[in-house]
């Protein structure tokens, strides 16, 4: 089993920062791909950052330049630091985890979602 807690969200005006962190703990082999997702009111979520496990990264176009995932696999942790925010960041942001499990000699690979953080970026 796997649980993750995503925290770092709040209110903030335009052209500030946020630092939003997801820790990963119970019981599994390993972490592997980890990301965030954010659905705004009205909208269907979307993908926002990914990291594999080996550190590559990929980001949506809106926020390249501006937002930098990163994760510290000692602490199954990943982040997602956000500088020059915009009104149209305001969402809730979700952390996505892909975790695998030892069961009885067989690997199983399962997808995970924290309940999400409420990011609001006033005017």
């Known amino acids: 089993q796997v649980h993750l807690v995503e925290s770092g969200g709040g209110l903030v005006q335009a052209g500030g920062s946020l630092r939003l962190s997801c820790a990963a703990s119970g019981s599994f082999f390993s972490i592997n791909n980890m990301g965030w997702y954010r659905q705004a009111p009205g909208k269907q979520r979307e993908l926002v950052a990914t990291?594999?496990?080996?550190?590559?990264?990929n980001y949506v176009d809106s926020v390249k330049g501006r937002f930098t995932i990163s994760r510290d696999n000692a602490k199954n942790t990943v982040y997602l630091q956000m500088n020059s925010l915009k009104p149209e960041d305001t969402a809730v942001y979700y952390c996505?985890?892909?975790?695998?499990?030892?069961?009885?000699?067989?690997?199983?690979?399962?997808?995970?979602w924290g309940q999400g953080t409420q990011v609001t970026v006033s005017s």
């Open positions: 996505n985890a892909d975790a695998d499990y030892l069961v009885i000699a067989t690997m199983y690979r399962t997808e995970h």
């Open positions: 990291i594999t496990s080996g550190g590559s990264r």
